[in-house]
């Protein structure tokens, strides 16, 4: 019975009403037992008695229309706070005026002095504020009575990281959850032990063992960030304390939305490897790159994959016209399709499933939909897979950049965006090699354009970063994998270091770089400091509840083919210029002729497709003098015939 109570009781539309309804009721007692007071207290003629009904009407239909307007009966009861009060408040005065404006002009025509008004008013506001505040004052210790007599386990013990308004937020947000109860607030102050918040605590730990002793005495269950900045900030104490003693680590959703209703305990999600690798917010003039996308229909080739499915979600915010999808995997741009539905459901756009090798496919998506704007992030990316097969990454990568660049200029499209890489840097494998190969092409049309040697208007952008985290090609999905099968985690090697950045971080710097790009740039992106790949590892392992050595083993397999131990944004002769956007930099780059680059682009293209591997990346070579293969079979090219 109690139960069916509670859950009654936690309806919130059952609640509005209920709400409104007890409200009113408080304000008719409170009028009556005002009016009666007045009539008493002042010994006020008997006329006074036929004004308490027009009094008693327009004083509850005010207070009807009042609640309503500011929303007094859609507060939950159960996470009221005193910052509500104003709202009950302000309601009051308006019916105080509506029933001060009758009562006045009922004496102006009739009787008596204006005493009897302000006496009524006076004791009608001290009864109802009383009443409105109390009664929900009341069923908040109701609902906890009842709340703690149903509980049948008790939630799980958890310390909130913060000493703000958004862990007050976090706090009132939970009350009343079946798995989590937060004890105490952590400050990385010491001062602030002397603090409470909500009754609660405010703790300080200044080392593991002192943090191990309240974790055992109070059953501590895990720690809650209440965002990412609050993450950050503890990264390297509160967290490691945690880890340590294999406690839980959660992270809350955004409570920046001024509202006070609950939060479900399973939108509190464990903290994961991205938000530790996390960098400062990434700023981006968002008015420019509206202005720069909206009304305008943009094409994204590999539009199903991690960096194209991702340009894709954020420009499908910018008001464009229409979205043309164009990839090769069905079932990635099928999944995609039916995202894009559900999230935009308003949203102009059309899934073209596509080669970019297949210039007949090309022309027909371009004579169909003329795009303005095109985003290149079709690409062949896996280092070993395209050390094995060189042909395929100049068929995909060089053949396929060529075709698309060179539609680009014949149907008069406004501006073209290639997705480009770190490892196109002095590579040392193929698929680097190919990728600075396509740059070179797009940069050579670029200029000849700007010479008059080709006519269009076509300005040709190239972006360069390195890995993004939870992409198809990313080592954090396998470390995952490897977790959850129990080990060992493979790390090549003991030094390697790579750069990483979110997808939608390098997304939003891909669509920043696309709207300050003159032509014919090349832009990198401030990776910020480079990871060591094992200390990924350890830091995955240690989120996982697991420890090194004892549940999980990290074996070194050694570099892979084509591989190096870090990655460069900037060739050895390139310098770079700053932009208006800290996070990106122009690149100058070594410039090439494109009367001179395209018979050695037909030549390697004909030799990737007659299948002669040795010549396809000695000519690689040859167009790109800096490509020097590392840990490959290719190696036996680098001096060969005088290429090096």
């Known amino acids: 019975m109690k139960k ?3 859950e009654y009781f936690k309806s919130r539309y059952v609640n509005n009403w209920i709400v409104l309804l007890i409200d009113s009721c408080i304000s008719i007692v409170s009028i009556v037992i005002a009016y009666s007071l007045m009539l008493w207290v002042l010994d006020a003629p008997t006329q006074w008695v036929n ?3 027009p009094v008693l009407g327009f004083g509850v239909m005010t207070w009807i229309l009042a609640s309503l307007f500011l929303k007094t009966h859609k507060h939950v009861i159960r996470y009221f706070t005193f910052g509500n009060i104003w709202r009950i408040f302000i309601g009051l005065i308006c019916q105080v005026i509506a029933m001060g404006t009758v009562m006045s002009s ?3 025509w009739n009787f008596s002095s204006p005493v009897e008004v302000v006496t009524f008013l006076v004791f009608f506001f001290g009864f109802a504020g009383l009443g409105l505040v109390g009664v929900r004052l009341l069923m908040i210790f109701a609902y906890s009575m009842l709340g703690l007599n149903v509980r049948t386990v008790e939630p799980d013990h958890y310390l909130a990281f913060g000493t703000d308004a958004r862990c007050v937020s ?22 602030d032990r002397a603090l409470t918040i909500t009754g609660k605590s405010v703790l300080y730990f200044k080392n593991v063992h002192c943090f191990k002793e309240y974790v055992d005495t109070h059953a501590v269950k895990g720690i809650i960030f209440v965002d990412q900045d609050s993450l950050n900030k503890e990264a390297k104490h509160i967290l490691s304390f945690s880890q340590e003693l294999g406690l839980k680590t959660l992270i ?8 006070c209703s609950p939060i479900s305990s399973r939108s509190i999600r464990e903290v994961k490897i991205e938000d530790l690798l996390g960098r400062d917010e990434i700023e981006v003039d968002l008015n420019r ?19 194209g499915s991702e340009l894709v979600r954020q420009l499908a915010t910018f008001g464009v016209k229409h979205l043309v999808l164009f990839d090769n995997g069905e079932t990635p741009m099928h999944n995609l399709r039916l995202e894009l539905e559900r999230l935009f459901p308003k949203l102009s756009f059309t899934p073209v499933v596509g080669d970019v090798r297949v210039a007949n496919k090309l022309t027909a998506v371009f004579e169909a939909f003329h795009p303005q704007v095109v985003f290149h992030a079709a690409a062949y990316k896996h280092v070993p897979l395209m050390e094995e097969n060189p042909c395929e990454s100049i068929d995909v990568n060089v053949k396929g950049t060529r075709l698309l660049a060179d539609m680009c200029v014949k149907y008069d499209v406004e501006s073209m965006v290639m997705i480009s890489t770190d490892k196109a840097v002095n590579p040392t494998n193929v698929m680097g090699a190919s990728k600075r190969l396509a740059e070179i092409y797009v940069q050579s049309l670029g200029m000849a354009i700007e ?44 030094e390697i270091t790579r750069f990483f950045m979110t997808i939608p971080e390098a997304c939003r710097l891909v669509l920043e770089a696309a709207t300050m790009s003159e032509g014919n740039d090349i832009f990198v992106f401030d990776m910020g400091r480079s990871v060591k790949i094992v200390d990924l590892a350890k830091r995955m392992i240690r989120l996982a509840g697991l420890e090194l050595g004892k549940d999980i083993n990290i074996e070194f397999v050694g570099l892979r083919p084509g591989e190096k131990l870090y990655e460069e944004v900037l060739a050895t002769k390139e310098a770079s210029l700053a932009t208006s956007n800290k996070k990106i930099q122009h690149a100058k780059v070594r410039t090439y002729d ?29 167009v790109v003098p800096e490509f020097s293969s590392k840990n490959s079979v290719f190696e036996k090219l680098d001096h060969h015939d005088g290429v090096k």
Do not use: C
């Open 4 to 6: 069916r109570l509670l």
């Open 51 to 53: 004004v308490l009904f």
């Open 106 to 108: 009922l004496f102006t």
């Open 170 to 191: 976090l706090d009132m947000r939970m009350k009343g959850s079946s798995r989590i109860k937060i004890i105490g607030f952590v400050s990385h102050v010491p001062s």
């Open 252 to 259: 809350a959703p955004n409570l920046t939305d001024g509202k």
């Open 289 to 307: 790159i509206i202005a720069s996308f909206n009304n305008k229909t943009v094409l994204v080739t590999g539009a199903a994959g991690s960096i």
């Open 451 to 494: 010479k008059g040697e080709v006519k269009g208007r076509t300005k040709f952008v190239t972006t360069r970063f390195g890995n993004v985290l939870g992409s198809n090609g990313s080592v954090i999905p396998l470390f995952r994998q490897q977790i959850s099968r129990g080990g060992p985690i493979t790390v090549t090697d003991p």
């Open 594 to 622: 494109r009367k001179v680059i395209l018979p050695e682009y037909d030549q390697l293209q004909a030799l990737a497709a007659s299948m002669n591997v040795d010549e396809t990346v000695r000519m690689m070579k040859v």
